[in-house]
């Protein structure tokens, strides 16, 4: 393990009193863990943009009943199958299901699939989420 490095930083006392409230109320228990985790998240972020390898998920929520939105969803898994490792269907009521596909690639490319997918009429919401494999991060 590296050497551990302390270091100050200064702030306004309204925006350190927020970011105490907030890490609080996320269950930090100290600035330095919710500070290790923003740094981190922005690594994992620069890993997107730089384009590496790296995972993530695509959570959609949409009407089944839409004519063909099965199929057109489907076959762009498909067109994408070498992005995605895994993905679950829940049935949330008569209407509405949701799915969650785990994908592992390029950053664009998985962008492209989450883009395609959220993008189909019927769809009515999506999100993906960016994470990353865990290599090169501290």
Known sequence: MKKLVRFGVSLDGRLLDAFDR???????TNRSEALRDLIRDDLVGQEWDHDRETVGTVTFV??????DLTR?????????QGLILSGMHVHLDHAHCLEVIVVRGRGTDIKKLADAVISVKGVKHGKLTMTTTGKGVV
């Open 22 to 28: 907030r890490i609080r109320a996320r269950g930090y």
């Open 62 to 67: 949409y009407d089944h009943h839409v004519r």
């Open 72 to 80: 057109k969803l489907t076959d762009i898994q498909h067109e994408h």
